[in-house]
């Protein structure tokens, strides 16, 4: 019983700074608010965590196959070398060297990779930019989330009534609460996404 809790304020000074009115409005924000930021929380930790560790899984994968995107130049030192040998042996038997096919690699070669280590690397990637941008957007949530609770630290009842009240018309303006809610949507779709990589290149081995 709220008339009983709090002491009534003097008459025509209902509305002020010690008003019934606010410290109730503040005692109960207090209670709905620091449920619901304990249950964001949560759920941005967990992400977090997840969204760490597979970070960490997709980037050692990444490091490897990212490199069929490049020239490799053992293989045209290979080349060259067999072909320098071919060359030598053609001499020593008096065949002429024009017989002798040429390396279709050179040390200014382009790289020229398969369409399977395109695709591979090109869905790790995104998976990859997928989980760190969604660990980004969860600290910012967090930040946010702890700023908008500091409104029940400073103040009288009144302000304390107003700045949360403006705080909750930003979050809602700003849609934080669906932007948490499609955090665990884009790590799932990173992990389709890394998945369908994984099954492409399983079937190329």
């Not at 969860?138 to 029940?152: D, E, G, N, R």
Request: proline content about 3%; glycine content about 4%; overall charge negative.
């Amino acid at each position: 019983d709220y008339e009983q809790k709090y002491t009534e304020a003097e008459p025509y000074k209902e509305m002020g700074d010690g008003g019934r009115i606010w410290k109730a409005y503040v005692e109960e924000s207090i209670k709905v608010d620091t449920n619901q930021v304990a249950d964001w929380t949560d759920a941005l930790d967990v992400l977090l965590v997840f969204a760490g560790l597979f970070s960490a899984v997709v980037s050692s994968f990444v490091s490897q196959t990212y490199q069929n995107l490049l020239l490799d130049h053992s293989e045209v030192t290979s080349y060259l070398v067999y072909e320098s040998i071919t060359l030598k042996r053609a001499a020593d038997e008096n065949i002429s060297l024009s017989t002798i096919p040429r390396s279709e690699l050179a040390p200014n070669s382009t790289s020229d990779p398969s369409l399977s280590a395109v695709c591979v690397n090109g869905l790790w990637f995104t998976s990859l930019t997928l989980s760190l941008t969604t660990a980004l957007i969860a600290v910012l949530t967090k930040q946010w989330i702890h700023q908008y609770m500091s409104f029940s630290q400073t103040g009288g009842p009144r302000e304390r009534t107003q700045l949360r009240q403006s705080r909750a018309d930003n979050f809602e303006a700003w849609n934080v609460p669906v932007i948490i809610g499609l955090l665990p949507v884009m790590m799932h779709v990173a992990l389709g996404v890394f998945l369908a990589g994984l099954i492409i290149f399983l079937h190329t081995l």
